[in-house]
Every structure is written in C-alpha cells, then in structure tokens.
C-alpha cells in the first residue's frame, strides 16, 4: 500500500498549488481520501476530505472558499487545490485513505512566503 503525494513547493502569498496524491495497493474508490496538515508546533489538523460513494466533501473553516478537494477514481488519485494561499497555510501536508484500514502519506512541504 502507499500513497504518495506531490506538488508542494514554495510559493507566493496569493498563489495557487495543486498537491495530488496518487494511490496504489488498495481499493481506492471505496475509500474516504483526506488532507490533512501540520505546522511547526502545531497539532496536524483535517483541511479537506471527499467520500467515496457520494463524493461530498468537508473543509476546515479555514480553508473553505479557498482549497478544493477532488477524486479521480480511475487514476486512483486525489488532489488538493490550494488558491489565495495564506502565510498561514504553511505546513506539511498529508494525504490519508481510511475506511477498513487506515493509510497515510509521507507528506508534502508547502511553504507560503514571499
């Protein structure tokens, strides 16, 4: 099983990123894709999720407006784009597949700065 997330980097407050996280070694479409992130010091917290059968979709108070979680269940991969990117967003970011069992990636830097 992994997941493997790309896309981070470094970018401008105002700017956009587009992590993916590309899934392999398990039945992707029957599960909940999440993000999750942690700033230095700080808890990691949920910033977006998508189910699998209905494809609704959560966000942090934070980011609502702003982030938008999608699923491409035939590529077995799921995305997270980030717009008007904040100081504040910065962070490692982390996908999570969770349903029978839980599985998380080894994250992706995202660092907001100008």
């Known amino acids: 099983v992994q997941l493997v997330e790309s896309g981070g980097g470094l970018v401008q407050p105002g700017g956009s990123l587009r992590l993916s996280c590309a899934a392999s070694g398990f039945t992707f479409s029957n599960y909940v894709m999440s993000w999750y992130r942690q700033a230095p010091g700080k808890e990691r917290e949920l910033v977006a999720l998508i189910h699998s059968a209905c494809g609704s979709t959560n966000y942090a108070d934070s980011v609502k407006g702003r982030f938008t979680i999608y699923r491409d269940n035939a590529k077995n991969t799921a995305y997270l784009q980030m717009n008007s990117l904040k100081p504040e967003d910065t962070a490692v970011y982390y996908c999570?597949?969770?349903?029978?069992?839980?599985?998380w990636g080894q994250g992706t830097q995202v660092t907001v700065s100008s």
């Open positions: 999570r597949a969770y349903r029978w069992n839980d599985y």
